[in-house]
């Protein structure tokens, strides 16, 4: 049994008892677990065309953190409903119920925003700020111009569930675990990966000299960076044209285009990038291995600068091609 101790005494992990106590649970740490900028509405509606199959997706996340509104159809799952099977099916289901009845969802949306004043008025400031006519038109836009994105929220994470919906779907879906533990007075913690944690700050605007002077939305980002020992980087970016085995975001695997390495110490900068061709589970392990159109070509180098307010990258970064080759430091990417 997996256990968190503090000062204050053991933590016991405690599972939830139906998928409405887990729902309970998101509502309550759900600033947290979605971050700034995002609004949750907990609304469940049928889509589909009648006669059809028909859905009732458990909620759905607007992200308005960027300069358009992104739309995320949500799933909450527990680990003991045979996930792989169930959440697979609803995400084809709602993937189909969503392109044919975006009307629909829009109308849905508007709804639930008018028995959430706190959530709509988020919305409305966002569409003013972003110069849309109205709220209608924000919702108009996101619920017809944006692709299909799914968030699937479960209690433990099966060993296969990530690689399943990577091999299963072209479109983005985002899996979060949310654990519950609680002791032995019935005070509860809960442990999980807040939404889109690690890609935010790659997101900021840089403070390098090279006249970039803005930050990028989520729907930009076309290149993943690794960082590379001298040996593999050799034999495999470079031998082999491809990189493995590294994690990536399941919303962000659809639109990544490129890969770019960041070599160590001693050479401590980015020196190489590749187009991708694809993008394939790697494994059982809810890792990736990025394969390359062709082999990597040279850029920059574009180095670490020495007592910088950017660090030498630990592990995959997010950014865009147009960045990278602009920049002359790190600083000019981030």
């Not at 966002?126 to 994105?149: C, I, S």
Request: aromatic residues 10%.
């Amino acid at each position: 049994m997996s256990v968190i101790w503090t000062p204050n005494g053991k933590y016991s992990i405690v599972s939830y008892e139906s998928e409405s106590d887990l729902e309970t649970a998101i509502l309550e740490i759900q600033s947290t677990l979605f971050g700034a900028n995002r609004v949750y509405l907990d609304v469940k509606k049928r889509i589909g065309k009648k006669g059809d199959k028909q859905n009732i997706p458990d909620g759905y996340l607007i992200d308005l953190s960027g300069r358009r509104p992104r739309l995320y159809v949500v799933e909450n799952e527990l680990a003991l409903h045979d996930p792989l099977r169930h959440v697979a099916v609803q995400l084809l289901e709602f993937s189909l119920s969503f392109d044919s009845e975006r009307r629909l969802i829009k109308t849905i949306l508007f709804e639930a925003l008018q028995t959430n004043p706190e959530a709509k008025a988020a919305c409305e400031q966002y569409a003013q700020r972003y110069e849309y006519r109205n709220l209608d038109h924000m919702l108009e836009a996101m619920a017809f111009d944006a692709p299909f994105a799914a968030l699937v929220i479960i209690d433990e994470m099966p060993p296969r569930l990530e690689t399943v919906l990577a091999e299963k779907f072209k479109f983005g879906v985002e899996v979060l675990q949310v654990a519950r533990y609680a002791n032995d007075k019935g005070d509860r913690i809960y442990q999980f990966e807040p939404f889109l944690e690690g890609v935010k700050e790659d997101l900021s605007t840089p403070s390098g000299a090279n006249g970039t002077s803005r930050s990028l939305d989520v729907e930009e980002v076309d290149t993943i960076v690794v960082p590379a020992q001298p040996e593999g980087f050799q034999e495999t970016f470079l031998g082999e044209n491809r990189w493995y085995a590294i994690r990536i975001h399941g919303t962000m695997r659809p639109q990544i285009k490129y890969i770019a390495a960041y070599q160590v110490s001693p050479e401590s900068a980015i020196t190489h990038f590749a187009p991708v061709s694809s993008i394939e589970s790697w494994g059982d392990t809810g890792k990736y291995v990025v394969n390359f159109a062709e082999p990597a070509k040279k850029i920059g180098p574009i180095k670490l600068v020495s007592k910088s307010r950017v660090k030498a990258p630990q592990n995959i970064r997010y950014t865009t091609l147009e960045r990278l080759q602009s920049a002359k430091t790190l600083d000019d990417i981030w």
